[in-house]
């Protein structure tokens, strides 16, 4: 096989996991991040380009003779990238690691994927959707719903247009602010009303080329910014893998129920997707349901998938352009891998930029993963709220997290928090 040149589009944690992956490959000949991050910058060269700039883009495809583009997260996707690509000449060549914008919509509208779950029979919460046309209907069916009531806003809401509402009036004011205030702009215009289901949740990712697919390690993130799972919904505070009641007869149910129709139901309806299905589900009483799906990989589980995943990335990637995903053998490191995330003082509210970050160099055993980071003077600093993942690996899940958290203790900057009960349930 010859050598290729990669685009990896973002500038968080997971595009830093990715790129640290990819740099990895003997296949990789010049890595470029646009826009990147200073982790990234020590893999590959970062490129000064919005993710949502295609003409930029383009532009950088062909001045460095770009061969694979990677999408890291969810805009470029749903803004319709891989569409962009295969309707121009002089990119359509290149390998677009990620599905079509249709295919996008699987994450880009809740609705959109609520129908295709009904369709296909995959197991999900029982739903209805409103918009201002029939909004005294949604409120008439809020105050006769079972509790608590989840809401989530139809379109992208950078993973904030989710409400689980406990008491009917939460669930109605709740309601009213997203459609009538339009708390999500056009995201929610709609909203998706859905049944609570009580579970365990986790992340499972197929990596498919539209007809063929492997699953990658999977992973359980921890959303919440307070110990316990209290208090509001982050990105991600940190993540664990394996999951350990993932196997056997559970496993066998995800891939049946869930997969296999998923990538099945995409390709009778003619929705080109190359790439990440990402399956956000619960385990309730050993059955599995569907509670998301986001077409690209999740953040901070790319930062203990890609550790856990023995194979070469950007093999896999060519074999999922060359439609022979069947010939890739999926192989696990055998440990498990664990991430904690440092976050930002006030984070998910307001928080405050330009924090000196030190201790980088006394940090050992851990690998750190930079999500909101930025260089000036020389200095590294915080350039986000959620500022360096921590991932380890350990012969259990508490191995390896103890040394995440020795390595969390070193790095310094000020109004550092982090979770520390990450992987609290599996002790």
């Not at 919904?233 to 559970?250: C, E, K, L, Y």
């Amino acid at each position: 096989m010859s050598s290729y040149n990669i685009l990896l589009l973002g500038s968080g944690g997971r595009e830093n996991a990715l790129a640290w992956k990819m740099r990895q490959s003997k296949l990789c000949k010049e890595l470029f991040i646009a826009p990147g991050n200073p982790g990234t910058a020590q893999l590959g060269s970062n490129l000064n380009i919005s993710i949502t700039d295609f003409e930029r883009i383009k532009d950088a495809c062909i001045e460095y003779k770009i061969d694979i583009l990677f999408p890291g997260g969810e805009d470029s996707l749903v803004a319709g990238i891989y569409d962009f690509f295969m309707n121009d000449p002089q990119l359509q060549h290149i390998i677009v690691a990620g599905p079509s914008k249709e295919g996008a919509q699987l994450e880009g509208s809740k609705a959109f994927s609520k129908k295709f779950m009904e369709r296909h029979n995959i197991p999900t919460a029982a739903y209805r959707e409103f918009t201002e046309d029939n909004f005294e209907d949604g409120i008439t069916y809020l105050q006769q719903h079972s509790l608590p009531i989840v809401l989530k806003a139809d379109g992208l809401a950078a993973g904030k247009g989710v409400v689980i509402a406990q008491s009917h009036q939460e669930a109605v004011d709740a309601f009213t602010t997203m459609i009538k205030e339009a708390q999500f702009g056009d995201a929610s215009k709609k909203v998706v009303v859905e049944q609570f289901l009580t579970g365990v949740e986790l992340s499972v990712f197929a990596f498919t080329d539209g007809k063929n697919y492997v699953l990658l390690p999977e992973a359980k993130d921890y959303k919440r910014i307070g110990e316990g799972d209290t208090g509001l919904n982050t990105g991600g505070m940190g993540a664990i893998s394996p999951v350990p009641f993932a196997q056997g007869d559970f496993m066998n149910k995800v891939v049946e129920r869930i997969v296999t129709p998923t990538i099945n139901g995409l390709a009778s309806e003619n929705i080109i997707y190359n790439g990440i299905v990402f399956f956000g589900l619960i385990n309730v009483d050993g059955d599995p349901f569907v509670i998301e799906y986001n077409c690209r990989m999740g953040d901070p589980e790319t930062e203990v998938v890609m550790p856990r995943l023995e194979n070469d990335l950007v093999e896999m990637i060519i074999k999922m352009g060359e439609g022979k995903l069947n010939e890739i053998t999926i192989q696990h490191d055998k440990r498990a891998a664990c991430t904690v995330m440092l976050v930002s003082e006030g984070y998910p509210g307001s928080y405050p930029k330009g924090k000196v970050m030190g201790g980088f160099d006394k940090a050992h055993g851990s690998i750190l993963f930079h999500a909101g980071t930025a260089s000036k003077d020389g200095e590294i600093i915080t350039n986000g709220g959620r500022v360096l993942a921590i991932t380890s690996y350990g012969n259990t899940i508490q191995d390896a997290l103890a040394s995440s958290y020795h390595n969390a203790a070193i790095i310094e900057y000020a109004g550092k928090y982090y979770r520390r009960d990450i992987g609290y349930e599996f002790k």
